[in-house]
């Protein structure tokens, strides 16, 4: 069975921080990744999406990287804000049927101003 | 523009009771999902439509049931809910399956 960590669970950091959240995931024969934000009490928004043959994206402040053969992504977030606090999920889209995609469990983030 | 909208936010139900969660996207998307999502567990697929006319189970299906309407529309129906049941639901959209997925604000129910 698939399964996807994501460590730390929750993590506080200083405004201004570069920060970096991990994703990593056990069957390396995956199809995308992709990363979400949620806030509390609210739905998923989605903010980068990785396919397998990529190595990274980028949106902004927002980069996110792809390593299939060690079984891990990185959402890397420069300069943080407050604005930034929140959970944030990946999610793994494995070949052979959408009803495979496995989500983790996020990380937790605080910016502190 | 509206994305993804769910209907209702709340609810709260009767163990036996049963209720239907609507769902509906504008954004012309082929493919439609439903997840719930319980502390300690991520998000967990439900059930999903590829495109209009089909839907197929996903990881817990057990329980539910689902209708592709038209395009738009994806409904979640619990016949005769049980406490396990109670979580938050989501649903989500994308142009096709395996593409950028965007969600709704969830429907957040328990059952007593």
């Known amino acids: 069975k698939q399964e996807v960590t994501q460590i730390p669970a929750a993590l506080s950091v200083p405004e201004g921080e570069n920060l970096v959240l991990n994703c990593s995931f056990t069957?390396?024969?995956?199809?995308?990744l992709q990363w979400f934000r949620q806030d509390p009490g609210k739905g998923l928004t989605s903010l980068l999406l990785?396919?397998?043959?990529?190595r990274e994206q980028t949106s902004g402040r927002l980069n996110a990287s792809l390593d299939k053969s060690s079984g891990r992504s990185t959402l890397y977030i420069a300069a943080s804000q407050p604005g930034d606090s929140a959970t944030y999920l990946c999610?793994?889209?494995?070949?052979?049927?959408?009803?495979?995609?496995?989500f983790g469990t996020g990380t937790k983030l605080q910016v502190i101003p | 523009n509206a994305g993804v909208t769910q209907t209702p936010k709340f609810q709260v139900l009767k163990t036996g009771q049963s209720m239907t969660l609507q769902c509906a996207q504008d954004?012309?998307?082929?493919?439609m999902y439903w997840y719930r999502q319980d502390p300690g567990m991520g998000l967990r697929l439900i059930y999903y439509?590829?495109?209009?006319?089909?839907?197929d189970k996903g990881e817990v299906p057990n329980g539910y049931n689902v209708s592709r309407l038209n395009k738009r529309e994806f409904s979640l129906r619990l016949e005769s809910a049980a406490p396990s049941q109670t979580s938050v639901y989501f649903c989500a959209s994308s142009v096709r399956l395996n593409t950028e997925a965007f969600f709704g604000q969830g429907t957040r129910l328990t059952v007593v």
């Open positions: 999610a793994v889209g494995y070949s052979g049927g959408y009803q495979k995609v496995t």
């Open positions: 990785i396919q397998s043959s990529q």
């Open positions: 954004m012309n998307h082929n493919s």
């Open positions: 069957d390396s024969a995956i199809y995308n």
């Open positions: 439509s590829a495109s209009e006319g089909t839907t």
